[in-house]
């Protein structure tokens, strides 16, 4: 049986207690700091396309973005052309902690993989992306057949 899953779990665990434990001076967690991230990367993205592309509840992403807006990290703008959706934007404040953001991203993935060769590091990274696009595959099927 293989050990995967759980491993992966437990990765996933300890690198969101490790972002909290960097991210407590900015007001944020973990869950948020991804779409501050996602939103600078992606300036005026919907909500909608946000939500389809990380494949969380839209009731999730509205009350994470909310937060964001109140922190003022994220501004919100309604279309013109159809009031029910609206685009984000990082404001300046996300801006401003942007890069610390992705140091604090680098500095997990240079704690996992310290004893890795850098053969082992891209290798990972590589098998990382095949299994998250033969999951989107998967779930895609998934939701055609309901």
């Known amino acids: ?18 972002l ?14 991804f779409y501050i991230i996602f939103i600078c990367n992606n300036e005026g993205i919907t909500q909608d396309k946000l939500s ?9 992403i509205t009350r994470a973005l909310e937060i964001l807006c109140q922190k003022k990290y994220i501004v919100k703008k309604d279309l013109e052309s ?4 609206c ?6 404040k996300a801006k401003d ?3 610390k953001l992705l140091g ?19 290798l990972l990274d590589a098998l990382l992306k095949k299994a998250e696009v033969t999951l ?11």
């Open 1 to 18: 049986m293989s050990d995967t899953f759980r491993n992966l779990a437990r990765l996933s665990k300890r690198g969101k207690t490790y």
């Open 20 to 33: 909290d434990h960097r991210l407590v001076e900015y007001g944020i967690n973990s869950g948020q700091y």
């Open 52 to 60: 389809a592309f990380i494949q969380v509840h839209p009731s999730n």
């Open 82 to 85: 159809d009031r029910r959706t």
């Open 87 to 92: 685009k984000l934007y990082p404001t300046e």
């Open 97 to 99: 902690i942007y890069s």
């Open 104 to 122: 604090f991203e680098n500095e997990w993935v240079n704690i996992i993989t310290n004893e890795f060769s850098n053969n082992e590091r891209e």
């Open 136 to 146: 989107t595959k998967y779930l895609k099927s998934e939701q055609k057949g309901m």
